[in-house]
C-alpha cells in the first residue's frame, strides 16, 4: 500500500517560478533551487514555472487530443509506430515496460525527439544506441493525425527552452570533485542529440471502491525515479468519451487521481516519506530532477521519486470512461557524457535503466557488457 499523508497535515510548498525571470536571471532563484530540489527533509522535488508563452495552453490542449486519438486507434495501427528494436525508445509503446515488477498496461507511450529527427551520428554509434539514435516515426497519413508532428514539435520547443533556463538556474549545484561537473549544465541538454520526449496516454482503469485502493493502483505509472538530468511535465488532460461523440476534457475523475512524489525524508531515514499529491496549473509546466543530475551534483540536488495514480472508469453504469493525457520531455546529456565518479557514461548508464524496466533480454545483455 502506497503511504500518503493525511490532509490534516502540513504539506511542503510547491516552489513557484516566473519564466522571465528564471531566464533573465537564473542566480536569483538559487534558493528557491534548493528549497525545491535539495536534499533536506521536506523539499518536494518539483517547481512550477508560470508567464510561458502565450501559444503554450493552446499547444498542450491541441497535442493531448492528438495523444488520446492515437492512443484509441485500433492495435494493429498503433503497433506500425512501434520500434521494438529500439527498446521501444522511438515510437508507440504499450505493455512492454516493467514497473515494480509488473508489466505496465495501463498506458499507452509515444516516444520521440521533438528536436532532432534524425540524429548526426556515426553508423556505429546509431547501431550502439538506437534508443537515442535511430530517429522520429510520426505517425504521417493516419486519420486525423496529420497536426500530431508540427504540435509535438512546437510544445516540445517551449519545454525545452524552459528547461535549460532551470539548467541555468542549477549549476551552481555541481559536484566540484567531479571532472564532468566542470561541463556546464546548460550546454549537457543543449549539445545532446539524446533528448527524449514522452506522450502518455493512461487508459481507464476500474474504479476503485476508495481512496486508499486508488492509490494503491499506482502501476499507471509505479513509483520510480527518471534518469534524465531534467524533467518537463505539462498538467495532465482528463478526457471523458462516449461511444457517439468527440472527446471532451473533464474534471479528475476521483481527488485521488493524479500526480504523487515522495518528498525528501528525514535525514539517515531508509523509509519513504509519505506522498503527497501534486497539482500543476494548466498554463504552467513542471520540472524534476532526474538521477543523471543527482549524480554530477553528489546528491545535493536529489532526484524525484513520484508515481501517478489512476484514472477510473466512471461509476453509476455510465458507458464512459476516463484518460488521462501529458507530455514529459526528458532533457538529458549525450551518450558519451559521464555522469558518475566510476566514469560510468550516460548511455552505458541508460543501458542499465532500459536493463531495470525492459523485459527484452537483448537488452539486458548489453548492459551487463
Avoid at 54 to 82: M, Q, T, V
Avoid at 187 to 213: C, F, G, M, W
Wanted: charged share 20%.
Amino acid at each position: 500500500m502506497v503511504a500518503v499523508t493525511a490532509q490534516k497535515e502540513p504539506q511542503p510548498a510547491t516552489i513557484r517560478l516566473h519564466y522571465p525571470q528564471l531566464r533573465d536571471d537564473p542566480v536569483s532563484v538559487s534558493s528557491q533551487i534548493q528549497q525545491a530540489f535539495g536534499s533536506d527533509e521536506g523539499s518536494l522535488g518539483i517547481v512550477v514555472i508560470d508567464d510561458l508563452p502565450a501559444e503554450f495552453p493552446e499547444l498542450r490542449k491541441s497535442l493531448f487530443h492528438l495523444i488520446h486519438r492515437l492512443g484509441s486507434l485500433p492495435p494493429d495501427e498503433r503497433e506500425k509506430l512501434a520500434r521494438p528494436e529500439t527498446s521501444y525508445f522511438f515510437g508507440w509503446s504499450h505493455g512492454k515496460e516493467v514497473m515494480n515488477g509488473r508489466p505496465d498496461t495501463q498506458k499507452g507511450s509515444f516516444y520521440v525527439n521533438p528536436l532532432l529527427d534524425y540524429p548526426d551520428v556515426s553508423d556505429e554509434k546509431r547501431q550502439a544506441h538506437p534508443e537515442y539514435y535511430a530517429g522520429n516515426v510520426w505517425p504521417t497519413g493516419m486519420s486525423g493525425l496529420d497536426d500530431f508532428e508540427p504540435t509535438c514539435k512546437a510544445l516540445g520547443k517551449i519545454m525545452y527552452d524552459v528547461g535549460l533556463a532551470l539548467a541555468r538556474a542549477c549549476q551552481p549545484f555541481g559536484d566540484t570533485s567531479l571532472a564532468s561537473s566542470q561541463i556546464n549544465v546548460e550546454s549537457l541538454i543543449s549539445s545532446s542529440q539524446s533528448n527524449k520526449a514522452r506522450l502518455l496516454h493512461y487508459y481507464p482503469v476500474p474504479e476503485a471502491t476508495d481512496r486508499d485502493e486508488q492509490l494503491a493502483q499506482d502501476s499507471l505509472c509505479g513509483t520510480h525515479i527518471d534518469h534524465s538530468l531534467l524533467t518537463g511535465l505539462c498538467s495532465a488532460m482528463y478526457l471523458s468519451q462516449a461511444a457517439s461523440r468527440q472527446p471532451s476534457e473533464v474534471p479528475a475523475p476521483t481527488s485521488a487521481a493524479g500526480l504523487y512524489i515522495h518528498p525528501r525524508p528525514p535525514k539517515g531515514s531508509t523509509e519513504k516519506a509519505p506522498a503527497i499529491k501534486v497539482a500543476i496549473p494548466k498554463d504552467c509546466l513542471a520540472f524534476q530532477i532526474g538521477e543523471a543530475l543527482e549524480l554530477l551534483t553528489n546528491g545535493r540536488l536529489a532526484a524525484t521519486p513520484h508515481f501517478v495514480s489512476g484514472s477510473p472508469a466512471a461509476s453509476g453504469g455510465s458507458s464512459e470512461e476516463v484518460s488521462r493525457e501529458t507530455f514529459a520531455f526528458f532533457l538529458q546529456p549525450d551518450v558519451d557524457d559521464v555522469i558518475g565518479r566510476d566514469g560510468e557514461t550516460f548511455g552505458a548508464f541508460t543501458k542499465r535503466i532500459i536493463g531495470r524496466h525492459y523485459a527484452a533480454e537483448q537488452v539486458l545483455e548489453e548492459a551487463e557488457n
